[in-house]
């Protein structure tokens, strides 16, 4: 059994890795082009392969993690997500799955904010995590139901969408090494790739956001 369940960590941890450097070559290379949507794809397949992977892995007796059980659902939201945004440069409504994907993650956020209260409550180690992340998703969520409630108004954010979505699955990735890879498992390496995340998120919709404002005044 435990000769299997090294079997599965590895093949993980190989497609976590082919995340991680395509994740990273994507966003090397220049939005729109062929090798940044072959990479994309890469990343996708890499990303959702080795979250599945982890949810088997942490059911299974003497691996049992609620925290990376629930941050690999996390991460298969980021992915499926952000590649569903790419849908709507073209449609104008939000279907049932986008719905199901985005009302099934709020939910669970809420249940790791309750559970990490509870946590920091009784003095349980990760309680702050749980919080920090269900916060996160909370958000992203929240955000995903306005965006549905009216897309045609909305519809040019897509690529905001997208972005964000991918750049937050990146992050998962990057901090999945640190942690797990390098060993490194402390608050700090937890939550600084999400905050400079953020940042890198924050600066592509100011981008994205002035050029829509120039392709306006180019239309006047």
């Known amino acids: 059994m435990e000769q299997t369940i090294k ?24 939005k729109g ?25 942490c059911w299974i007796p003497k691996h049992h993690n609620l925290f990376l059980f629930l941050i690999g659902i996390f991460t298969i939201y980021l992915v ?28 669970l956020s809420l249940v790791m904010i309750l559970i990490g209260i509870y946590c920091v409550l009784n003095n349980i180690t990760n309680g702050i995590l749980f919080v920090f992340f269900g916060s996160l998703g909370l958000f992203m969520t929240v955000k995903d ?24 699955a990146l992050i998962a990735s990057i901090t999945a090494f640190i942690v797990a890879g390098l060993g490194i498992g402390n608050l700090i390496t937890w939550i600084t790739p999400s905050i400079i995340g953020a940042l890198y998120i924050i600066y592509w919709n100011q981008k994205t956001n002035y050029k829509k404002i120039s392709d306006k005044k180019a239309d006047l």
């Open 80 to 107: 499926v997500s952000g590649n569903r945004a790419i849908k709507f440069k073209s449609k104008n409504k939000a279907d049932l799955f986008d719905k199901i994907i985005s009302g099934t993650m709020l939910l």
């Open 145 to 168: 139901f306005l965006f549905f409630k009216n897309v045609s108004k909305n519809k040019n954010n897509w690529l905001q969408k997208h972005i964000g979505k991918m750049i937050g």
């Open 7 to 30: 079997i599965l960590i590895y093949i993980h941890a190989f497609f976590g890795g082919i995340g991680l450097i395509t994740g990273v070559g994507s966003i090397i290379s220049k």
């Open 33 to 57: 082009t062929n090798t940044h949507q072959k990479l994309g794809k890469l990343f996708s397949v890499g990303m959702l392969t080795s979250s599945v992977l982890s949810l088997l892995i």
